[in-house]
């Protein structure tokens, strides 16, 4: 049976010392995001492409994940198109691919995405209202670079939120952007503007796995990239402040501000346990994010980060130089292989357990050997952690 559901502290990478799951009665539960570039340039094209099992692109994606095995897995810019879910499953996931075994996913989770949907505003002064950089989140159609959640474990819908109509401006202290021209601040945006534009690009999930008699929350994300726009940087700000919103919602009296979809209030409480994860589009040190942007997450009180990392990084960092000679974060953590010139490799993609949850294993899959054909999948990759679940 399968259902499609529609609407700090820091740790050596690699494996990590714990107890066994046999004696503490736990399970070992893998988590992972991967940003797949699944994305289409025109509405209906993905299902178009995924209803023969014969698409490069997503046959390769398909392998990644195979070769990876996670449990629950977020997929990065998946147009949002839910024929398209059952389709990657039938025709990509379910069957093997170049000698992977093939993986199924009973459960799936997918929702609506800001990307778009036009706001009715000039939101980059360019004279326009009607292109996808007037969208609440940018894109040439809507839906386009959504979001899915596939899991092996029961998703509890009746308790899933989302946060695609959260405005920015209901956001304590929000990072507005501010216009250069002007000595006001905060006000590239009108009032009229703040009135109506979303925080999320894409949209925020809280996404209840159960395992066992434990709940996890998966709570993915796709934060706008911090680029594309001018001194004012729009999109820098509005990066920072998606970020934070996750850090607010997972500590203990910063969320008291959050309403989701239905009107409930109020972010996770300290007896529950979470798993952040998405394309966070932040370096710690290098790229074009506000700095600290990416570090709200990082030195959150509850969070975990188990710094997963590959070799794979290291040598394409070498081997194709340019600003990745000047980067200051080391690049085994990068998941993220774009331009050489500008911004060069990053750490873009988190997979973030709470505490409560013991992370005992992380990777980025970056591989070097003959299975480096799967590195042009995308030009982000896979990242995973393995992580003990009570099972109570």
Do not use: C
């Given at each position: 049976?399968?259902?499609?559901?529609?609407p700090?502290?820091?740790?050596?990478?690699?494996?990590?010392?714990?107890?066994?799951?046999?004696?503490?009665?736990?399970?070992?539960?893998?988590?992972a995001?991967f940003?797949?570039s699944?994305?289409?340039?025109?509405?209906?094209?993905?299902?178009?492409d995924?209803?023969?099992?014969?698409?490069?692109?997503?046959r390769e994606?398909?392998?990644?994940?195979?070769?990876?095995?996670?449990?629950?897995?977020?997929?990065?810019?998946?147009?949002?198109?839910?024929?398209?879910?059952?389709?990657?499953?039938?025709?990509?996931?379910?069957?093997?691919?170049?000698?992977?075994?093939?993986i199924?996913?009973?459960?799936?989770?997918?929702?609506?995405?800001?990307?778009?949907?036009?706001?009715?505003?000039?939101?980059?002064?360019?004279?326009?209202?009607?292109?996808?950089?007037?969208?609440?989140?940018f894109?040439?159609?809507?839906?386009?670079?959504?979001?899915?959640?596939?899991?092996?474990?029961?998703i509890?819908?009746?308790h899933?939120?989302?946060?695609?109509?959260?405005?920015?401006?209901?956001?304590?202290?929000?990072?507005?952007?501010?216009?250069?021209?002007?000595?006001?601040?905060?006000?590239?945006?009108?009032?009229?503007?703040?009135?109506?534009?979303?925080?999320?690009s894409?949209?925020?999930?809280?996404?209840?796995?159960?395992?066992?008699?434990?709940?996890?929350?998966?709570?993915?994300?796709?934060?706008?990239?911090?680029?594309?726009?001018?001194?004012?940087?729009?999109?820098?700000?509005?990066?920072?402040?998606?970020?934070?919103?996750?850090?607010?919602?997972?500590?203990?009296?910063?969320?008291?501000?959050?309403?989701d979809?239905?009107?409930?209030?109020?972010?996770?409480?300290?007896?529950?346990?979470?798993?952040?994860?998405?394309?966070?589009?932040?370096?710690?040190?290098?790229?074009?994010?506000?700095?600290?942007?990416?570090?709200?997450?990082?030195?959150?009180?509850?969070v975990?980060?188990?710094?997963?990392?590959?070799?794979?990084?290291?040598?394409?960092?070498?081997?194709?130089?340019?600003?990745?000679?000047?980067?200051?974060?080391d690049?085994?953590?990068?998941?993220?292989?774009?331009?050489?010139?500008?911004?060069g490799?990053?750490?873009?993609?988190?997979?973030?357990p709470s505490?409560?949850?013991w992370?005992?294993?992380?990777?980025?899959?970056?591989?070097?050997?003959e299975?480096?054909?799967?590195?042009?999948?995308?030009?982000?990759?896979?990242?995973?952690?393995?992580?003990l679940?009570?099972?109570?």
């Amino acid at each position: 049976m399968r259902l499609l559901l529609l609407p700090v502290v820091a740790l050596a990478a690699g494996v990590l010392a714990a107890p066994s799951a046999q004696a503490t009665g736990t399970e070992t539960v893998r988590f992972a995001t991967f940003n797949a570039s699944l994305n289409r340039g025109a509405a209906g094209q993905l299902v178009a492409d995924l209803s023969t099992p014969d698409n490069a692109q997503a046959r390769e994606v398909a392998e990644v994940i195979q070769r990876n095995r996670p449990d629950v897995l977020l997929i990065n810019e998946f147009d949002y198109a839910p024929a398209a879910v059952d389709l990657f499953r039938d025709n990509y996931l379910e069957r093997g691919q170049n000698g992977a075994r093939a993986i199924d996913y009973p459960y799936a989770f997918i929702a609506p995405s800001n990307t778009g949907v036009l706001t009715g505003f000039d939101l980059d002064r360019n004279g326009s209202t009607n292109t996808g950089n007037d969208a609440h989140g940018f894109g040439l159609f809507e839906g386009q670079y959504g979001m899915l959640v596939l899991s092996k474990y029961p998703i509890d819908t009746r308790h899933a939120r989302t946060f695609q109509n959260f405005l920015w401006k209901d956001m304590p202290n929000a990072m507005l952007p501010d216009d250069p021209a002007t000595p006001a601040a905060k006000d590239w945006y009108s009032p009229e503007v703040l009135d109506v534009l979303r925080l999320s690009s894409k949209s925020h999930w809280d996404v209840p796995v159960r395992v066992g008699r434990e709940t996890v929350h998966f709570l993915v994300s796709h934060p706008t990239p911090p680029t594309f726009d001018g001194a004012e940087d729009r999109n820098g700000t509005r990066n920072h402040d998606e970020i934070r919103f996750w850090a607010d919602y997972v500590t203990p009296g910063k969320g008291r501000y959050i309403y989701d979809d239905e009107g409930r209030r109020g972010g996770l409480n300290p007896s529950q346990k979470f798993v952040v994860a998405g394309d966070q589009n932040s370096d710690p040190l290098d790229g074009d994010s506000v700095p600290g942007s990416i570090q709200q997450l990082l030195n959150a009180r509850r969070v975990i980060d188990p710094r997963p990392g590959s070799e794979g990084g290291v040598l394409a960092a070498q081997t194709q130089g340019g600003a990745n000679l000047t980067h200051r974060s080391d690049p085994y953590h990068d998941t993220a292989d774009f331009n050489d010139n500008a911004p060069g490799n990053l750490r873009a993609d988190y997979v973030l357990p709470s505490r409560g949850l013991w992370p005992v294993h992380s990777a980025v899959y970056w591989p070097t050997d003959e299975l480096s054909r799967l590195n042009d999948a995308s030009d982000h990759h896979l990242v995973r952690v393995d992580v003990l679940v009570s099972r109570r």
